[in-house]
């Protein structure tokens, strides 16, 4: 059967867009910055982005488009070993298992837009009441939906499916942002927000929140994770990569710095005496507890019903964001077993899928209602869940670890000159220019050190 393709550059950049937009950008990138120096942690992510995701992301999109292939096939057949396919199993495993764990966070996204729609909104904005909701059955419900609505988007394919929802997507998704941040910067003290994100504090950029900045680039632009070689393998010769990848990158750091100018100036205009350290607390449940909080806080102008219409757009918009990463972290098993195995797309989604349901429920269960999932294992003197074990094995350690081995597969088994030539096709003029000598100077050499550095320094924080 004739590989799908997106019909267009376009369709491509917007897939691949709704890829790297996601929770990451909207939620967690705007507490990171707030956290660890504002402008200057934007700028170092924006350096991180341009000069040190965007040749890996070049490599990728080029590896999918030269071999046609999901990455278990693209790594098979470059590679020639034995290594090397274990290699692209393990490009496969990790985005399975990573959605596993965002297909859970994407479920309570879903979860918070029902409850904002329904009024609700109040039941989440304590500790207390977000512990209840991510272990009631309710959650089963909205997991139902979401996957649902997934399978229903892939089940269509690349063009009838993929590209078609994110056309309507993420042109939503834009307009929503921009209509949010424009009624966040007319509350009172919104300005104080602003000026807090804007204003760059060197001193609080350590060698830790460098790490940790790199280490969210990657996972914004959905590095690493094997979805640009699968979606890279259904782009078109005559595209430009090039101008695709930088227009994907371009639209995440543009999204990530809007998120910013969204929630601080609500933070700081719902509580102007705002501690910082209570937003400092990162952890993924932290966040969501304080986001309703935000929101209701506009009551006192807009009254309840105002304020959960403004909170049911944010979570329209999140929700929105978090569907278009699901559904591009699933294509990339459902494309491996479709290639590999020679399925059909429906039988490889209905398969593939069921086990990654009932690994996400097994997730799910695992915040306190079953006991020995809620602590499956203890490492670095904590215990452990099975949702935490998920993420701290496959994203937060084999992730970089892919990423440093994807560049040397690049560089050094199919070679500098393959990747030219493939990024040539589509935009001749690329030889000899500096973004070539740079891409493959980088790619080579400082690029999977820092990634293997990152690999290095997380085994040694998490699990020693
Ligand atoms: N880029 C996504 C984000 O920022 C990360 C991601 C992509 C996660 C694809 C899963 C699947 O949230």
Known sequence: MKREQFSSSLGFILAAAGSAVGIGNLVAFPVMASKNGGAAFLIMYAIFVFFICLPVMLAEMSLGRHTRQNPLGAYTQIGQNRAWRTVGWLSVITPFMIGVFYLVITVWIAGYLGKAVLGQLDQLADPEGFGVFINSNELFVYMALVVGLTFLILQGGVKKGIEK???????????????????????????????????????????????????????????????????????????????????????????AACSGLLILPAVFSFNPDIQIAELSESSIGMIFMFLPKIFLALQADIGYFGASFVAAFFFLLVFFAAMTSLVSIIEVPV???????GLSRRKAL???????????????????????????????????????????????????????????????????????????????????????????FSLGTFIPLILLIIFVNTVSTIYF
């Open 165 to 255: 929802a994110t056309t309507v997507l993420m042109p939503a998704l834009f307009i929503m942002l921009i209509a949010l941040v424009i009624y966040v910067l007319t509350l009172d003290n919104a300005m104080l927000g602003v000026k807090f994100f804007l204003i760059p504090d060197f001193t609080k950029l350590t060698g830790e929140v460098l790490n940790g900045a790199l280490a969210q680039a990657f996972f914004s632009l959905s590095l690493a994770m094997g979805i640009l070689i699968t979606y890279g393998s259904y782009i078109q010769k005559h595209d430009n990569i090039v101008s695709a990848g930088k227009t994907v990158a371009g639209l995440s750091l543009l999204v």
């Open 350 to 440: 209905y398969t593939l899928g069921a086990v990654m349901v009932a690994l996400a429920v097994v997730s799910a269960l695992s915040f306190g209602r079953i006991d020995w999932l809620s602590n499956i294992l203890s490492y670095g003197g904590n215990t452990k869940s099975f949702f935490d074990l998920v993420y701290d094995m496959f994203y937060e350690t084999i992730l970089p670890l892919n990423g440093f081995l994807l560049c040397l597969f690049v560089v050094y088994r199919w070679k500098a000159h393959n990747l030219d030539k493939e990024i040539a096709d589509g935009n001749p003029g690329f030889a000899g220019t500096v973004l070539q000598k740079y891409v493959n």
């Open 335 to 341: 494309a491996s077993v479709m290639d590999g195995k």
